[in-house]
């Protein structure tokens, strides 16, 4: 190395210097060149300087100082050099790991290495609370210290954060120019922290914690010492968002998956429901369907609360009260309460029910979709077969609307229309009038259709619902209709009157207003929500029927006589008379008629066979007494 001052550049003094100075370097210059620069036995450059400064300290005094300053600023080179290699490295261990936790462990380690000190540690920021919380430690011993909040402005880490100023002090205890409280001098004290330091870690002016390094004995923080802890500090902060948003963007990607998978779990059993739809499934199949595919028990109800269809183990009706309520109050959606699932059936608007699950412990995000779908293939059905319902309702109800206008035999037309919708005009059915509360015929029509099934005919007709049923006997038919009012609904009576059998290809006027009377007999006699046909009421659905038919009682009663009388030309009816006349006694009787006894007898043994057994009985004797007089009196012609 040639190292040379040009001529005449210094004189004097100045010279001197500048030549010790330049033999100084070329001395160094050489043993640079052949020795070691890190060796521990003081040959390498920094001792090379050292033992000249030694040498010039007595004849070159300034010389000597200059070599020291020489000294030193290699120092401080060689520093950072080892400082930025750090951070260079600190760097390439943060982007390593892949959590947020292994982030902020890294950082505390590094600043605890970096700075040499007992400890280091990190608080993050709490927007939620305002305050920052203690996160990550490297070398603490304190478990209340590792638990530390720190609200913004209270001691030197609060004042960091509420500033975003880096802080310091050489004895914390001591130094005023912090706000201490009780618990922040508290857990200090059990860590025995005494010097600390605290920088904020920022992201374009984005606050996210405070890093710190601390000592357990007093020392002061060196300016550079600072400024490296705050080149640590943003490059943590940096480090630590970008862990975040790769979190994030993990986790959204992770949703996305799921949703992704419950969509298709979704569209696969919205495939499968849709599959038993057009294999000519009903709503049982698809509760069926559903309730295989969730391993659950399923039941779905319809507009009025009665379950529709049933699938496994149901609990009781009453059990699911409070689900039926939670899936109103939010129409479409998956809601759960009272221990099932539910969700409300809906389409065109209109609420046509709701199906409910139960016996499994939780839904996920796919099963929740996969319900909702079943309910909408479910509101589908129950739409198309309520419109379908509805369209056969109509038409059954304009039939038997018909048959109840016409006075006496139905035309061939209206027969051929019953044959039609399944209905047997010449075989035995029973005719019911039901009164009910308006709120309440609703209910009472499908009771009624569902009792029929396809064999029957049920509409509304003067103020009432009627039901044209197969069948041979009117009071059990009717007895299942019958409801009586309960405190629950003190609207909910339904009185039934039944008349039958009767072939409706004969016509049903005389039966309409057999089953009219009784049903009025019944209110009439307090008896609500009762059923009963005439021959249960006797005379008194004669005499409180607001509507009297004396010609359809006296048929009621004496019709079988009268008609044999009328084919055979025989005198039973007066027979009869003239048998209750003498007090019951047929010699009396046949006296009467001048006819001998045994003649007598033979016609109360055909009249017995006409009018059945237990005719002589108190109360079937007093019917037959009344029919008879009503008969003698010409009621029949005055019948209304």
Same mark, same amino acid.
């Given at each position: ?211 710190f390094a601390a000592n357990r004995s007093a020392r002061p923080f060196a300016p550079e010492e600072v400024a490296l802890l705050g080149s640590l500090a943003a490059l943590a902060a ?146 198309? +077969?309520?419109?379908? #319902?509805? /369209?056969?309702? &109509?038409?059954? !109800? *304009? $039939? @038997?609307?018909? %048959? ?102 004969? +016509?049903?006027?005389? #039966?309409? /207003?057999?089953? &009219?009377?009784? !049903? *009025? $007999? @019944?209110?009439? %006699? ?108 010409? /009621?029949?012609? &005055?019948?209304?």
């Amino acid at each position: 190395m040639a190292l040379a001052l040009p001529p005449g550049a210094l004189t004097g003094q100045d010279a001197r210097v500048a030549r010790t100075v330049l033999d100084l370097l070329r001395l160094l210059a050489d043993r640079v060149d052949g020795v070691d620069g890190g060796r521990a036995d003081g040959a390498g450059p920094a001792g090379v300087l050292e033992q000249a400064a030694t040498e010039l300290a007595g004849s070159e005094p300034e010389a000597g100082a200059l070599v020291l300053r020489i000294r030193s600023a290699m120092d401080a080179g060689r520093r950072r050099e080892s400082e930025l290699a750090a951070l260079v490295e600190t760097a390439r261990e943060l982007t390593s790991q892949s959590d947020t936790g292994g982030v902020l462990d890294a950082i505390v380690r590094r600043a605890r290495a970096l700075l040499g000190t007992d400890l280091a540690y990190l608080t993050l920021y709490d927007a939620d609370r305002g305050d920052t919380y203690m996160r990550a430690t490297a070398g603490s011993v304190s478990p209340r210290f590792q638990a530390l909040r720190l609200p913004l402005g209270a001691g030197l880490g609060g004042l960091v954060a509420a500033t975003r100023n880096s802080h310091w002090t050489g004895n914390y205890g001591e130094d005023e120019r912090y706000r201490h409280t009780a618990e922040i001098d508290a857990a200090v004290g059990e860590e025995g922290l005494v010097a600390i330091c605290g920088v904020p870690l920022l992201v374009d002016a984005e606050f996210v914690g405070v890093l710190f390094a601390a000592n357990r004995s007093a020392r002061p923080f060196a300016p550079e010492e600072v400024a490296l802890l705050g080149s640590l500090a943003a490059l943590a902060a940096v480090s630590l968002v970008q862990t975040r948003q790769l979190a994030d963007t993990a986790a959204a990607l992770d949703a996305l998956r799921t949703a992704h998978a419950a969509i298709a779990e979704a569209a696969a059993a919205h495939d499968r429901f849709a599959g038993v739809v057009l294999e000519g499934g009903d709503v049982a199949d698809l509760a069926e369907a559903l309730g295989r595919l969730l391993d659950a028990w399923v039941v779905v109800l319809d507009a009025d609360g009665t379950p529709a269809a049933r699938f496994g183990a149901t609990p009781d009706d009453g059990c699911w009260a409070e689900a039926v309520r939670s899936a109103d109050e939010a129409p479409g959606r998956l809601t759960r309460a009272g221990g099932a699932w539910a969700v409300a059936v809906v389409a065109a608007g209109q609420r046509l029910g709701t199906l409910l699950l139960g016996g499994v412990p939780d839904l996920d995000a796919g099963q929740v979709r996969t319900v909702e779908r079943a309910a909408m293939v479910t509101a589908l059905v129950l739409l198309f +077969g309520q419109r379908e #319902a509805e /369209a056969d309702r &109509r038409e059954r !109800a *304009e $039939a @038997l609307t018909e %048959l109840l206008a016409v006075a006496d035999r139905p035309r061939p037309a209206v027969l051929t229309r019953l044959a039609e919708l399944g209905v047997a005009a010449r075989r035995p059915h029973v005719l019911l009038v039901c009164r009910c509360a308006p709120g309440r015929r609703r209910a009472v029509l499908r009771d009624a259709a569902a009792a029929g099934g396809r064999a029957g005919l049920v509409a509304e007709h003067e103020g009432a619902v009627v039901a044209l049923l197969p069948g041979t006997d009117p009071a059990a038919a009717a007895e299942p209709l019958a409801h009586p009012a309960t405190p629950e609904e003190p609207e909910g009576a339904v009185t039934v009157g039944a008349a039958g059998p009767v072939h409706p290809a004969g +016509g049903l006027a005389g #039966a309409l /207003a057999e089953a &009219r009377r009784s !049903a *009025e $007999a @019944l209110l009439a %006699l307090g008896r609500a929500g009762e059923a009963a046909a005439a021959a249960d009421l006797g005379f008194a659905g004669l005499l409180l029927g607001d509507r009297p038919d004396v010609a359809g009682y006296v048929a009621g009663v004496l019709g079988p006589v009268a008609e044999h009388d009328a084919r055979r030309g025989s005198e039973l009816l007066r027979t009869l008379e003239c048998y209750y006349a003498a007090g019951a006694s047929p010699s009396r009787a046949a006296a009467a008629l001048h006819v001998h006894v045994n003649t007598v007898a033979q016609r109360l043994d055909r009249i017995g066979a006409l009018l059945g057994e237990g005719w002589q009985e108190p109360d079937r004797a007093l019917e037959i007494q009344l029919a008879l007089r009503l008969h003698r009196l010409g /009621a029949p012609g &005055r019948a209304d």
